[in-house]
């Protein structure tokens, strides 16, 4: 191996305008996968162990350590934070010193009652510090034992499995084991987990926002812009990238050490060991802009915002505070008149130095009302309840991040949901299949009607036109593992179980052009050579769009049928529309033969290639609703919760999964509105929200379809700033998986993350983190919430009347 770590450094933070030449110098990505030791087209060898330790050794481990925990006595000071324990650590303090200090003597003598009570009036103060000092320490261990069971889950949930290709074959390898000189394939969606150089792309672009600040998405070519950064999103296109920086040494992990203060970025002084490469030159450092930005943005405080119960307990120990006060003053000023008037007015005897002691007992008396009057075990016995509440919450799969979380979802109103993974089951499956005329809902009677030729075109556009993987089970008995888009493995799952194996099909294949799906023409395509003078196209996408662009259709028995206009609308309404009343993701899957060479054909347009298709069929996919879901908002409705869907299906589908769940009854006049509709009615010119006009809509509103990220925030947001209902505002909880989310997850008075499917930053903005992602978990949520409330009112019914 001749390239060090600070050569890989400096190789990835080349400016872009001399990274191609940069690149050349070393010989381009061949040249650095020979000074890696590794080869571009079978990887690394993963069964030698020695070298993959080797790498390792000298390039680092592709871990970055996280921030140091906070320690017992920290989160101790922290919990000694709140008012009413300073309150109660004063008037204990007050309490003790009055009665150490100040013997009980009255004018009167002392007997041996008095001198008892002399002897013992040091445990009122000492019983209210004793407390104190319990509340504290309980708290600091609930959050110390809480921050490490998250630490525990985000280690869990880091350890992501990258696809790689080790032994010239597709692997799954641990991000952690990721070494320097892999070959990662990289694909639409992912987060790629090391630096490295891209090869073997097609219409690579990337979101590099969260790197460089840049909104537009980024091509990516081994020619151009070679250089891909951990942490940065997939978002066109596929390729492959050999790994060059890992862990501390990538620019995410640069970052991060700057971030947590953990020293100055990286030495690049390594001298390389080759004298066959040319220097590397240090850019300008890269992250500098980024941390600036973030340091702006840490500048404002937070605003701190209390839950409901704390809010409702606040008000209680200050009107208990206040009723106390006003009976000390009572009380002192009563006892003093009294001795006043008996002493001077009755008895007629002039001032003594001695009756000092006397109107000293009095206030010692009146402090004493007011110190009893505080209901000093409130704090330890909210903390208690709280603390049973969170660890049976995360018996039920609720990891709770922030402890006020589990008191607010005792009185939470509204639960503003996701759809898939949380209702669903986030396992997409074929249920439905349009061929030749016929529908089928099975993939043996789909397979025994079809012909060879049928067969073969639907199963092979399957197989060539999809980069998804389906691996075999983690677990003996278990479900095999579905690796890249959940639709492609829906797919393959179907030719699967019609007997055809898609990586026999993907190794005979010959792939010689490949159009990437994007969200703005709604398909994909691959381009198959199938001998020197002829290709087939492969084609699938939304089916009301592939479908217009095919001018033929196959039959069962293998023949082609011309397919009209009239034809095309039969189909669309009888089948496509039928199937999305369904809640089905609908998919067109077609071809065309085109007897030209595969290099001409490359040459072409995307739309001159995509077009005289012939229809093969049309899938209906659904993602079964979860067994336990429509029971669970039954429990909502019943405890008067109501449960919102916000999802990014369109309207059809998303009244379907409504209907299911039991979150929408029929004709029962509730509101299902799409996101485009929604901002019209409840935003002005700016953006902003028009409070009147988002009162009209939302306490009908159940359903929020083909909505953004944006969209659910507008409807938290309006949902808490509400007054429309006397009895307070809404309390909302809302469940985020995207990054995107975040801003929601803040403002909603409850956060979910999803555990399994949420990302980092979602999970860092939320309060309670999902560990199944199951909407089951939620209402468990509500259930311990509420055991908070009725264990502080049991409590407060024994305090205040004995």
Not at 145 to 174: C, H, M, T, W, Y
Not at 307 to 331: N, Y
Not at 453 to 467: F, M, P, V
Not at 729 to 753: C, H, M, R
Request: proline residues 3%; contains cysteine; glycine residues 8%.
């Amino acid at each position: 191996m001749k390239l060090l770590v600070g050569d890989l450094i400096r190789l990835v933070e080349t400016p872009k305008e001399r990274a191609a030449e940069t690149l050349a110098a070393l010989g381009g990505v061949e040249g650095v996968a020979a000074s890696l030791d590794v080869s571009l087209e079978y990887g690394l060898d993963g069964n030698n162990a020695a070298d993959l330790a080797a790498r390792e050794a000298a390039y680092g481990r592709n871990y970055i350590e996280p921030e140091k925990p906070s320690t017992i006595f920290e989160l101790m000071w922290q919990a000694f934070q709140d008012l009413t324990i300073i309150v109660l650590s004063v008037a204990g303090v007050i309490s003790l010193i009055l009665g150490l200090a100040l013997p009980h003597e009255s004018s009167s003598g002392s007997g041996s009652g008095d001198k008892e009570e002399s002897n013992t009036a040091w445990i009122e103060g000492t019983s209210i510090l004793f407390a104190v000092v319990i509340v504290v320490f309980v708290t600091a261990l609930n959050d110390y034992q809480k921050e490490k069971q998250f630490r525990a889950l985000n280690a869990v949930k880091e350890d992501e499995k990258i696809k790689v290709i080790r032994n010239g074959v597709p692997a799954e390898v641990s991000k952690f084991n990721l070494v320097v000189g892999d070959i990662v394939r990289v694909d639409l969606g992912d987060m790629l987990p090391a630096d490295g150089l891209v090869f073997d792309e097609t219409d690579l672009k990337l979101d590099e926002s969260a790197m460089t600040g840049e909104s537009i998405l980024l091509r990516k070519s081994r020619t151009e812009a070679p250089f891909l950064l951990s942490g940065t999103k997939v978002m066109e296109g596929v390729g492959k990238m050999l790994v060059t920086c890992v862990g501390e040494s990538s620019q995410a992990g640069i970052i991060s050490k700057l971030i947590m203060g953990k020293g100055s970025k990286p030495a690049h002084d390594a001298e390389p060991t080759s004298e066959d490469y040319v220097s590397i030159e240090t850019p300008t450092e890269m992250a500098d802009p980024i941390l600036d930005d973030s340091k702006g943005a840490n500048n404002s405080e937070d605003e701190e915002v209390v839950s409901p119960l704390q809010g409702k307990l606040d008000r209680l120990t200050l009107l208990i505070g206040k009723l106390g006060l006003a009976a000390a003053i009572i009380v002192f000023l009563g006892l003093v008149l009294r001795f006043s008037i008996e002493t001077f007015a009755v008895d007629k005897k002039s001032w003594s130095q001695s009756y000092w002691q006397d109107y000293l007992d009095f206030f010692i008396i009146g402090i004493t009302v007011l110190v009893v009057a505080i209901p000093e075990g409130l704090p330890l016995a909210v903390t208690i309840a709280l603390a049973f509440s969170v660890k049976k919450m995360l018996l039920d799969n609720n990891l709770v991040r922030h402890l006020d979380a589990c008191e607010t979802m005792g009185s939470a109103t509204t639960i503003c949901s996701d759809k898939t993974g949380t209702l669903t089951t986030n396992r997409m499956t074929v249920v439905e299949c349009y061929v030749g005329g016929r529908e089928f809902s099975s993939a043996s009677a789909l397979a025994s009607s079809l012909s060879a030729t049928t067969k073969s075109a639907l199963c092979d556009g399957i197989c060539l036109n999809s980069t998804a993987e389906i691996l075999p089970p983690l677990k003996e008995g278990g479900k095999p593992e579905h690796t890249g888009n959940k639709t492609e493995c829906a797919l393959l799952q179907l030719a699967g179980d019609m007997g055809v194996a898609y990586a026999d099909v993907r190794k005979a294949g010959d792939i010689g052009h490949m159009i990437t799906f994007s969200s703005a023409k709604k398909r994909m395509s691959v381009v198959v050579r199938l001998s020197a003078q002829s290709c087939r196209v492969f084609t699938k996408g939304a089916s009301e769009i592939v479908l217009d662009l095919c001018t033929a259709q196959q039959q069962l028995d293998g023949t082609v049928r011309p397919l009209d206009a009239s034809q095309k609308q039969h189909v669309y309404t009888s089948v496509i529309e039928k199937y999305a009343g369904q809640a089905y993701r609908t998919l067109c899957l077609a071809y065309r033969d085109i007897a030209l060479p595969l290099e001409e054909v490359k040459s072409w347009s995307d739309d001159e290639i995509e077009k005289d298709l012939t229809c093969v069929a049309i899938v209906g996919i659904e993602d079964p609703v979860r067994d336990e879901v429509p029971g669970a908002i039954r429990q909502c409705n019943d405890a008067g919760i109501v449960v919102r869907m916000v999802t990014g299906d369109n309207i059809a589908t998303a009244k379907s999964i409504a209907l299911k769940c039991g979150i929408l009854s029929p004709n029962d006049g509730s509101l299902v509105m799409e996101g485009a509709e929604f901002r019209r009615r409840v935003l002005d010119t700016n953006g902003n929200i028009v409070q009147s006009e988002f009162d009209k809509i939302w306490p009908m509103l159940r359903v929020l379809a083909r909505s953004s990220p944006k969209d659910k925030y507008t409807l938290v947001s309006g949902l808490i700033q509400s007054n429309l209902f006397p009895h307070g505002p809404q309390v909302v909880a809302v469940t985020g998986d995207g990054t995107n989310d975040a801003p929601a997850l803040k403002k909603a008075d409850v956060g979910f993350a999803m555990g399994i499917c949420g990302t980092a930053v979602a999970k860092d903005a939320s309060d309670i983190i999902l560990m199944d992602d199951n909407f089951k978990s939620i209402v468990n949520a509500v259930k311990w919430g509420r055991n908070v409330y009725d264990s502080i009112s049991k409590f407060l019914q024994f305090q205040l009347t004995v």
